[in-house]
Nanobody, 115 residues
Framework: QVQLVESGGGLVQAGGSLRLSCGASGFIFSINAMGWYRQAPGKQRELVASITSGRNTRYADSVKGRFTISRDNAKNTVYLQMNSLKPEDTAVYYC?????????WGQGTQVTVSS
């Protein structure tokens, strides 16, 4: 079965950085696009960044120039480097495979940015 384990979240001051990791199993990681999503309290889950199997990337306008998504197919892991963090980045962050037809979610990792 598909399993996704996110880690790397925490409490950071505005302007700081965090690197999120997501270990994946239960599907062929290398041929699937992967996405990072986030959900803030009272808001809908939104796409933050995605990366294709060919390493093409796209970002939400709100994080362009600050966040970088990458992947390591040998480790079945996708990363999200987050720099210049803002209080509005506070949310639970989730990774998910984009090409399986069914949406799978892990437990997420909490990111809290203090002002």
């Amino acid at each position: 079965q598909v399993q996704l384990v996110e880690s790397g979240g925490g409490l950071v001051q505005a302007g700081g950085s965090l690197r999120l990791s997501c270990g994946a199993s239960g599907f062929i990681f290398s041929i699937n696009a992967m996405g990072w999503y986030r959900q803030a309290p009272g808001k809908q889950r939104e796409l933050v960044a995605s990366i294709t199997s060919g390493r093409n990337t796209r970002y939400a306008d709100s994080v362009k120039g600050r966040f970088t998504i990458s992947r390591d197919n040998a480790k079945n892991t996708v990363y999200l480097q987050m720099n210049s963090l803002k209080p509005e980045d506070t949310a639970v962050y989730y990774c998910t495979p984009e090409d399986l037809g069914t949406r799978y979610w892990g437990q997420g990792t909490q990111v809290t940015v203090s002002s």
